[in-house]
């Protein structure tokens, strides 16, 4: 079983609605990342938060909204998205990016459709 | 940036033959090397990873082979088994300076019972 859990599992959203993405991990990890995998393709970084704070944003539209809340908590709000968004979104955890080898430790997603 | 390239993209085996998946990266002060295995439905899993000070590592039946002057590291798996059937990610960055892992494009490895 994976130590970083994700919910829901799979999500189904119009364009209009609004929706959250979760994830918790108990490992003590300081670094969190959310990670968008379309089919047949790796995963692509979107977002990491290191001790809580945004590090990193790769120029992800403002419809994708990052929160963590605590050390333990991701949160990825979603807003008027658009089909083309459809993927696996993963969220991953690993010690701080600056303290070693940083070895990820991914979820197993959540499967996202947008009608 | 870094650039990771794999090869194959597909690679199909009998059961009990080896497996070899390889990847090419560009940046030379990359220096450390996992790989990730994707089973259906689960998300990415590391099975094995190298640092550039060194030049192999195994794990039961799992190796991983780094050649720096080339710019270029291989998984091997031997024995091939059918829970071995998955979708195979090498990547690549440097551990300082915060830079982030690149992934290369994954190999589908079905195992042929």
């Known amino acids: 079983d994976t130590e970083v859990t994700q919910t829901p599992k799979h999500l189904v959203m119009g364009m209009t609605n609004k929706k959250s993405l979760k994830c918790e991990q108990h490992?003590?990890?300081?670094?969190m990342y959310w990670y968008k995998q379309k089919a047949k393709k790796p995963p692509e970084l979107m977002f990491v938060?290191?001790?809580?704070?945004?590090?990193i944003n790769e120029s992800v539209p403002s419809r994708f909204s990052p929160e963590c809340p605590n050390s333990s908590l991701l949160n990825l709000h979603l807003h008027a998205l658009q089909p083309e968004d459809s993927a696996l979104y993963l969220c991953?955890?690993?010690?701080?990016?600056?303290?070693?080898?940083?070895?990820?430790?991914f979820g197993a997603g959540s499967r996202l459709t947008v009608l | 940036g870094e650039n990771v390239e794999q090869h194959p993209s597909t690679l199909s085996v009998q059961e009990g033959d080896s497996a070899v998946i390889k990847c090419t990266y560009s940046?030379?002060?990359?220096?450390?090397f996992p790989w990730y295995k994707q089973e259906l439905g689960k998300g990415p899993q590391l099975i094995i990873d190298?640092?550039?000070?060194?030049g192999e590592k195994k794990d039961q039946r799992i190796a991983v082979t780094l050649n720096k002057t080339a710019k270029h590291f291989s998984l091997h798996i031997t024995e091939t088994q059918p829970e071995d059937s998955a979708v195979y990610f090498c990547?690549?960055?440097?551990?300082?300076?915060?830079?982030?892992?690149?992934f290369g494009q994954g190999t589908r490895l079905t195992i042929n019972p």
């Open positions: 991953a955890s690993s010690q701080p990016r600056n303290s070693g080898a940083n070895v990820l430790t």
């Open positions: 490992m003590g990890h300081r670094a």
């Open positions: 938060y290191s001790y809580e704070k945004l590090s």
């Open positions: 940046d030379s002060a990359s220096n450390y």
């Open positions: 190298i640092r550039s000070n060194v």
């Open positions: 990547a690549a960055r440097r551990i300082q300076g915060a830079q982030k892992l690149v």
